[in-house]
């Protein structure tokens, strides 16, 4: 079982930056793949960006490619996603999820550990 804590939400204007934090903690492997996705209200949940436990894979939805970076801080079992350029529309709840058969996959139904969200409004 894996546990993940999301933190860094908050409220930013448009063109701003934050930073969301993911500390993992459990029974990990060198296979396990962790991810990003958001809803937002009266919307599906979608992914964001995911990357490899080596760190060597990276895979972001294009409505957030060249804004937003993941990173690994391995001796803290932490991924950041930075998010720069923040739209209104990035508007969400968003969640770290953690999948362990190596695979960046973009379906929010095959991950299976969550965490418990953190908010992010940009306001325009």
């Known amino acids: 079982q894996v546990q993940l804590v999301e933190s860094g939400g908050g409220l930013v204007q448009a063109g701003n930056s934050l930073r969301l934090s993911c500390a993992v903690s459990?029974?990990?492997?060198?296979?396990?793949?962790l991810a990003w996705f958001r809803q937002a209200p009266g919307k599906e949940r979608e992914f964001v960006a995911g990357?490899?436990?080596?760190?060597?894979?990276?895979r972001y939805a294009d409505s957030v490619k060249g804004r937003f970076t993941l990173s690994r801080d391995n001796a803290k079992n932490t991924v950041l996603l930075q998010m720069n350029s923040l739209k209104p529309e990035d508007t969400a709840v968003y969640y770290c999820?953690?999948?362990?058969?190596?695979?960046?996959?973009?379906?929010?139904?095959?991950?299976?550990?969550w965490g418990q969200g953190t908010q992010v409004t940009v306001s325009s």
């Open positions: 999820a953690a999948d362990l058969r190596g695979v960046i996959s973009t379906v929010y139904k095959v991950y299976a550990s």
């Open positions: 459990g029974r990990t492997s060198t296979n396990y793949v």
């Open positions: 990357v490899t436990w080596s760190g060597f894979t990276t």
